[in-house]
């Protein structure tokens, strides 16, 4: 069963534009939220994450924000850039080290 | 280049074949973890060494796959007797143990598998 899901798989954002990406989960459990950035033929890349004890993490342009009575998280990048086009995975963390991902969105920041 | 490294990026099999995959993570990092992905979907967990010792196991990770990690360092995924339905890039993450909340776990760039 898919407990971490993104529910849009593509996005579509003007050049300086927010672009906003979402996540929702199942498992209450979950204690570390993460979002990956992956280009093709690439590993994901590790881009910021956030603890469930907090509801706000933010490193430059990237924040995430996370509502736990929602079972929800968002990834706000402002201003967006060409170069930010990739698939974003959110995933999410319990227990025993393994990440839960999300079957991933597509962003396309267009000029 | 002191990321996670995978050997090799590219494997081209006939079903039946036995292939293995190698993977170098971070040199401090002593958490390393398979995922394997496959069109479509996100990175599924496989399974997870803390040094040598493997510590879970998904139930993806049929009897047909096996992992080592004989000195807590580099580490090979082994699958016998490939099927068409192994097909899929197989990704390897490294992390630091201790403090729960720093173990971000960051990836490699990939074997990608298609068994023929």
């Known amino acids: 069963d898919q407990q971490v899901k993104q529910n849009s798989p593509s996005l579509s954002v003007q050049e300086g534009r927010i672009s906003i990406l979402n996540c929702d989960y199942t498992n209450s459990m979950f204690d570390y939220f993460l979002w990956y950035k992956k280009y093709p033929a690439e590993g994901p890349t590790f881009l910021i994450s956030?603890?469930?004890?907090?509801d706000k993490n933010e490193d430059g342009r990237f924040t995430v924000f996370l509502n736990k009575s929602a079972k929800h998280l968002s990834l706000h990048i402002v201003p967006s850039q060409p170069g930010d086009s990739a698939v974003y995975f959110c995933a999410a963390r319990w227990k025993v080290n393994a990440l839960n991902f999300g079957k991933g969105t597509s962003l396309l920041v267009t000029p | 280049d002191t990321g996670v490294s995978q050997d090799p990026r590219h494997k081209i099999t006939k079903r039946g074949q036995n292939v293995t995959f190698r993977c170098d993570p971070i040199s401090e990092h002593n958490r390393l973890y398979w995922y394997r992905q496959t069109l479509g979907q996100g990175p599924e967990f496989l399974t997870y060494f803390q040094n040598e010792a493997q510590l879970e196991k998904s139930r993806l990770l049929s009897n047909r796959f096996s992992a080592e990690r004989p000195k807590g360092s580099f580490s090979t995924l082994e699958i016998q007797r490939t099927e068409q339905g192994d097909s899929a890039m197989y990704l390897c993450?490294?992390?630091?143990?201790?403090?729960?909340?720093?173990?971000?776990?960051?990836f490699g760039p990939g074997t990608r598998l298609t068994v023929l």
């Open positions: 956030i603890s469930s004890i907090k």
């Open positions: 993450a490294s992390s630091l143990g201790g403090d729960r909340s720093r173990n971000e776990q960051f």
